[in-house]
């Protein structure tokens, strides 16, 4: 199976909360990601979280990480109509030379009015 | 925080014939990463670029088909060869720097 799993699609209404969820299978994951790619764009980093933190809040972005169950989350509070795009879950762990990330398949967020 | 050129933008090809991508940064940088995001798919990893010596492939992914050029620390190039429909993707470059990964707004190929 994949590494980084997420569902694929995820329609909120405007102003309501959106939660977009991921598991990963790697426990040796240091660092965990939430990227964002609006349409003809390149990914754009959201936020993320060390693998020894449980929670990371940043304005309207809520991260939850569950190590024990391999579970990653972001929360959106106040979801806008520019929220709408693909989110993309990932992890890394140190290579040695870098950190390279794997990706999930992203999760087309959309909001509609 | 890096900024990543990447060029072109799109372009549409004819199968047979071969694309090279370039990819600037605006600071020097050891490793540079491409990636391929096929519609509906993760992005998956083809190479890493360093300077000085040959890229190094993951797993599917072949110098012959995706060679790669790193003449110095900005800047790499990476060639889809002999071009298929099933190449249509979008190639994107990433650099890595303080365990964020920067991405190149991508380059959207279509192979006809």
């Known amino acids: 199976g994949e590494d980084v799993e997420q569902s694929l699609f995820l329609s909120v209404r405007e102003g309501d909360s959106s939660v977009i969820n991921c598991t990963y299978t790697d426990s040796s994951s240091t660092y965990l990601y939430w990227y964002k790619q609006e349409p003809g764009a390149g990914l754009q980093l959201l936020t993320y979280i060390f693998s020894n933190m449980d929670m990371k809040q940043d304005q309207r972005l809520t991260v939850l990480l569950n190590k024990k169950d391999k579970h990653l989350s972001l929360r959106i509070a106040d979801t806008q109509t520019g929220d709408s795009a693909i989110y993309f879950c990932a992890e890394s762990i140190w290579t040695g030379g870098s950190y390279i990330p794997t990706f999930g398949r992203g999760t087309s967020l959309i909001v509609h009015p | 925080s890096a900024v990543i050129s990447q060029k072109p933008s799109r372009d549409i090809c004819q199968r047979g014939t071969s694309l090279t991508i370039q990819c600037q940064v605006d600071?020097?940088?050891?490793?540079m990463f491409w990636y391929r995001q096929q519609p509906g798919q993760s992005l998956t990893l083809i190479a890493t670029?360093?300077?000085?010596?040959?890229?190094?492939?993951e797993s599917g992914f072949v110098i012959d088909k995706f060679p790669i050029s790193r003449p110095n620390l900005t800047f790499s190039t990476l060639t889809v060869s002999n071009m298929s429909p099933e190449d249509s993707s979008i190639y994107l470059c990433s650099v890595e720097s303080v365990a964020e990964a920067f991405f190149g707004q991508g380059t959207r190929l279509t192979v006809v």
């Open positions: 670029a360093n300077q000085g010596s040959e890229a190094t492939y």
């Open positions: 600071s020097q940088v050891t490793m």
